[in-house]
């Protein structure tokens, strides 16, 4: 299983970016995907998950009606629109996938199995 986020930069305060997640070396549609962030001194933090079938988008209060997450899954990717940015968006923007149908909406870094290598995002006021 391999998780590559890119598309993170440095943007001004009310910028957009566009998160991307590209998998490979696993049935994508098998699994469930998330979006986390960690700021320097912080615990890694939810930021918004969509199930496998691309439906149920959750997200964490602070992002809501500024972020959309997405997936296309026959090109094995994962979106991330981040609209209205905010400095306290700064942080490495990581995906994560987990296989097990859990039932419920995901938001905690322990649910999810796989992890790629993060992607810096940093907003300037």
């Known amino acids: 299983v391999q998780l590559q986020a890119s598309g993170g930069g440095l943007v001004q305060a009310g910028g957009s970016l566009r998160l991307s997640c590209a998998a490979s070396?696993?049935?994508?549609?098998?699994?469930?995907i998330g979006w986390f962030r960690q700021a320097p001194g912080k615990e890694r933090e939810f930021v918004a998950t969509i199930n496998r079938s691309g439906g149920n988008p959750y997200y964490t209060d602070s992002v809501k009606g500024r972020f959309t997450i997405s997936r296309d899954n026959a090109g094995n990717t994962v979106y991330l629109q981040m609209n209205s940015l905010k400095p306290e968006d700064t942080a490495v923007y990581y995906c994560?996938?987990?296989?097990?149908?859990?039932?419920?909406?995901?938001?905690?870094?322990?649910?999810?199995?796989?992890w790629g290598q993060g992607t810096q995002v940093t907003v300037s006021s």
């Open positions: 994560a996938a987990t296989q097990t149908a859990y039932g419920y909406v995901l938001n905690n870094v322990r649910e999810f199995d796989y």
């Open positions: 070396g696993f049935s994508f549609d098998d699994y469930d």
